[in-house]
């Protein structure tokens, strides 16, 4: 069982940072891919980036591209997403997830799931 907890969200004006990262239970990376998603009021949940267990595999929206990026650490138990010159659309609950390549960037079906941080970025 993979469990996964997001921290690092938060409030930050127009053209702010932040940084979120996401714990695994376990060696997580090193079997499984995670992905960054969020889901905005009254929206879709939509994958924003995604990382492969080997590390050299990254996936980004092109609402995203240029702006943020996805990383984890050596240890792989830990997946960040950067997040440079934010803007009020960015506003959304950001979750992390991990499960094969294939299946994060479906984005269904995924087996694991964290909670769920909040980013409020103000215009």
């Known amino acids: 069982q993979v469990q996964l907890v997001e921290s690092g969200g938060g409030l930050v004006q127009a053209g702010g940072s932040l940084r979120l990262s996401c714990a695994a239970s376990?060696?997580?990376?090193?079997?499984?891919?995670m992905g960054w998603f969020r889901q905005a009021p009254g929206k879709e949940r939509e994958i924003v980036a995604a990382?492969?267990?080997?590390?050299?595999?990254?996936y980004y929206a092109d609402s995203v591209k240029g702006r943020f990026t996805i990383s984890s650490n050596n240890a792989k138990t830990t997946a960040y997403l950067q997040m440079n010159s934010l803007k009020a659309e960015d506003t959304a609950v950001y979750y992390c997830?991990?499960?094969?390549?294939?299946?994060?960037?479906?984005?269904?079906?995924?087996?694991?799931w964290g909670q769920g941080t909040q980013v409020t970025v103000s215009s």
């Open positions: 997830a991990a499960d094969r390549w294939g299946t994060v960037l479906a984005g269904t079906a995924v087996r694991y």
């Open positions: 376990a060696r997580t990376l090193s079997t499984y891919s």
């Open positions: 990382i492969s267990w080997i590390g050299d595999n990254k």
